[in-house]
């Protein structure tokens, strides 16, 4: 199993139309097939500068990697994702155990 997570801050306002644009733009990765436990996250901490967080998981390297290379996920990387994310951390996980 690999967990895909990913913090981010967009560059639009708190609270504006185009910040709930982006996350209903990016609900649409969770029909992805191979994508399981898909969530939306907004931070809630302070120990750093992101807002939002995006998790799911996968069953395998395979399935993560035809994930990458669906037309759904590198559309909304090449039209939302780049021009609308200010900063973000990338983390990919497998269980140790």
Do not use: C
């Not at 649409?28 to 120990?47: D, H």
């Amino acid at each position: 199993m690999i967990r895909h997570t990913v913090a981010f801050r967009l560059v639009h306002p708190s609270g504006s139309p185009a910040e709930q644009e982006f996350l209903d733009a990016g609900a649409t990765l969770a029909a992805i097939p191979g994508v399981q436990r898909f969530e939306q996250l907004r931070q809630t901490g302070t120990k750093n500068d992101f807002s939002f967080g995006f998790s799911m998981e996968f069953a395998d390297q395979a399935a993560y990697d035809a994930y990458n290379v669906h037309p759904v996920h590198t559309a909304f990387v090449a039209q939302r994702w780049v021009p609308e994310v200010d900063d973000f951390l990338e983390l990919d996980y497998q269980p140790l155990g």
